[in-house]
């Protein structure tokens, strides 16, 4: 079982920037792929990026390619999601989450191990 503890997040203005981070305890997270998603008030949880296994690929919606960046240290059993250029679009709150696989996964029902979501607010 992955225990996955998120921090990070917060009010931050138009064009800022935040790194979130996804803690794994309990577990090691080398064995596994880890996604970030965002649900805003009133929309669907969506995919935003995800990791492979050993770091070696990753995956961006359209809407933050360019703008955020997914980023692992499996010695640290960590995850990070550093996000530039942020916009109010961008306010919601986000979730880690771990899946058994070792390639990037984009499917959210192949995610089994959630973390507890953090909000992220862009607002001026």
């Known amino acids: 079982q992955v225990q996955l503890v998120q921090s990070g997040g917060g009010l931050v203005q138009p064009g800022g920037s935040l790194r979130l981070s996804c803690a794994a305890s309990g577990s090691t997270l080398d064995a596994y792929a880890i996604g970030w998603f965002r649900q805003a008030p009133g929309k669907e949880r969506e995919g935003v990026s995800c990791i492979s296994s050993n770091g070696g690929e990753t995956y961006y919606a359209d809407s933050v390619k360019g703008r955020f960046t997914i980023s692992r240290d499996n010695a640290k059993k960590t995850v990070y999601l550093q996000m530039n250029s942020l916009k109010p679009e961008d306010t919601a709150v986000y979730y880690c989450?771990?899946?058994?696989?070792?390639?990037?996964?984009?499917?959210?029902?192949?995610?089994?191990?959630w973390g507890q979501g953090t909000q992220v607010t862009v607002s001026s």
């Open positions: 989450a771990s899946s058994p696989t070792v390639a990037v996964v984009k499917e959210l029902n192949d995610y089994n191990y």
